[in-house]
């Protein structure tokens, strides 16, 4: 008995084809599984555990979740769920379950849902509380990150016994999806396989949300980097208009300004002064220059 549902194993150590007996008949809302001694053929299982040389235990757990998992598909639930697996001393994955969302969504059949999945990976991110400071930090790995440390990993996630992660993936020019995975890791150490008995979540909307903040939060900053401010108390000479610097040196007020902020200055000569100190008017009078281009444009 699984969640209400009854399964039927055969007592033989070797199975042929597809170790369940998973004839759903709808009655009244509610699927019942058929179940009798024998088990049939099905051309959809494209796994390796329930028709290889592996131990019953492994073969009826196995059975037991692909049964359970069926079930829920049929009540029409969001979630995705999958059965993956691998040994432990291959780096080869394989799916012995994936629902059929799973497959419509990445476009190919179980058996090549595990190398389309793959390198469909943009980056894999994980969210965890820190340990140093208040808050959850976030880590992510890229593509080529991902690569190098997948069976590490794997390892890591066995050990655990469990998953939880954030994956981006491409789904062709310009068009993203995320997919959240939690699922428990078994490993069964006689067979030398580690089963991930999971469910995937679309949340497309709520990390297009999170890459908006952060792209703002970046754009705050570089234009935040980019203001200077003059503030305090400016030390200026009562007779030359010069400023004191830090260093006790005394600059132009024009050199202070450009150094200590992104203004520009732009000198000329006013009336009052060309009238005091030339005859006549000054060809200068009426132009400006930029203080950092040093270019004279018409003021």
């Known amino acids: 008995m699984y969640n209400g549902i009854k399964v039927a194993f055969s ?12 004839n759903f008949l709808p009655v009244r809302g509610v699927f019942k599984m058929k179940h009798n001694s024998h088990y049939f053929k099905n051309p959809g299982y494209c796994g390796r555990i329930l028709t ?3 131990s019953k235990a492994l073969k009826k ?15 029409g639930n969001l979630s995705i769920p999958y059965i993956s697996a691998w040994h432990e001393d291959e780096n080869i994955i394989w799916y012995e379950f994936a629902a059929g969302r799973f497959t419509d969504l990445m476009g190919c059949d179980t058996s090549r849902l ?13 969210y965890k509380y820190s340990e140093v400071e208040p808050g959850i930090q976030k880590e992510v790995l890229d593509r ?26 491409s789904l062709g ?18 067979d030398n396989i580690c089963l991930s008995i999971g469910c995937l979540t679309v949340v497309s909307k709520e990390m297009e ?13 570089n234009a935040l980097a980019k203001v200077k401010t003059l503030s305090g108390l400016l030390p200026v000479c009562s007779h030359c208009k010069k400023i004191r610097d830090d260093e006790g040196y005394w600059n132009q007020i024009e050199t202070y300004i450009l150094e200590h902020s992104d203004a520009e200055i732009s000198n000329s000569i006013c009336e009052e002064c060309a009238k005091e100190h030339f005859r006549t008017p000054h060809p200068d009078l009426g132009k400006s220059w930029t203080g950092k281009t040093g270019k004279p444009h018409k003021g």
């Open 173 to 190: 020019e310009n068009i993203h999806c995320w997919l959240k995975d939690r699922a428990n890791v078994e490993t069964y150490t006689k």
């Open 52 to 54: 290889g040389k592996y």
């Open 209 to 221: 949300s999170e890459e908006k903040c952060e792209n703002l939060i970046i754009e705050l900053k």
């Open 61 to 75: 757990r196995v059975s037991e979740c692909i049964a359970a998992f069926l079930a829920f598909e049929e009540i």
């Open 144 to 169: 080529e990150g991902l690569e190098e440390a997948r069976k590490q990993l794997r390892e890591n996630s066995r050990e655990l016994g469990s998953v939880e992660a954030v994956y981006k993936i």
């Open 114 to 126: 595990a190398e389309v999945f793959r390198d469909s990976i943009l980056d894999r991110r994980i």
């Open 11 to 22: 007592d033989t150590p070797e199975i042929e084809g597809y170790q369940l007996i998973l």
